[in-house]
């Protein structure tokens, strides 16, 4: 099972063995010459990548940013990129005042307490700071630590061209809630991709290399809140 993660903006073009060339193409099916600009790679706009742990989430209400999860984030480790400018950071979603509720199912979700890889942008959209929904969770295994992408998958390779998971949802999402996710360790210790998945130093010496390849704006200020101008209803 292969799967691009980097969103938005990934290549169409798609195999068996993984996303497809992220190159511009001079001619189309009919042969037609075209100048037709790429979009920016999916990975131009990280500014950071960092490790921390999901140390609480809570819910609040904002007039203008509309209802909020806000993550908190502890034993932060900055692999690239500058430092935080904190220590949380805030994603659409949760209850209304009048008890409805709002939720945004391609936003990724966290559990509390689990130890997670994440990728920070120079600007924080109203939806989240997480830049591209690059949001990974490390779990460690009996035979080793392994990282689990947003939808639950074993992380098999990373590279410039895109990310392959591995066949087993191993991460269940609630229903109508920021979190938590539930690991389901007993599959993951049985499943035999286990063996090929990177580690959390793989993963991030890969993920490093890649984002550096396509310019990435490195050690740029990270913003972890929305401008002041943004709104969640407009």
């Not at 497809?20 to 979009?39: C, E, F």
């Amino acid at each position: 099972m292969a799967i691009s993660a980097f969103l938005p903006n990934a290549s169409s073009a798609q195999s068996d063995t993984g996303p497809g060339p992220l190159v511009p193409s001079n001619s189309s099916s009919a042969g037609a010459t075209t100048n037709a600009p790429l979009p920016p790679h999916p990975l131009a706009g990280v500014a950071a990548i960092i490790e921390a742990d999901v140390a609480n989430i809570s819910n609040t209400y904002d007039q203008r940013l509309g209802p909020r999860g806000v993550i908190a984030l502890s034993n932060v480790v900055v692999h690239a990129g500058a430092p935080l400018p904190g220590s949380s950071f805030s994603q659409l979603g949760g209850q209304l005042p009048d008890g409805s509720y709002v939720g945004v199912s391609e936003l990724p979700q966290f559990s509390a307490g689990s130890r997670y890889i994440l990728f920070f942008s120079t600007r924080a959209t109203v939806f989240t700071a997480i830049w591209a929904r690059l949001a990974f969770r490390i779990e460690n295994l009996s035979s080793k630590s392994v990282v689990i992408g947003p939808d639950g998958h074993l992380v098999l390779q990373m590279d410039v061209g895109g990310i392959r998971f591995g066949n087993t949802t191993l991460v269940s999402s609630p229903t109508g809630s920021l979190g938590p996710q539930v690991f389901d360790r007993t599959a993951a210790e049985a499943d035999p991709e286990v063996a090929s998945a990177m580690t959390p130093s793989q993963f991030i010496a890969a993920a490093e290399t890649a984002t550096k390849a396509v310019g990435a704006p490195f050690g740029a200020p990270v913003a972890l809140q929305p401008d002041s101008t943004a709104r969640w209803d407009e």
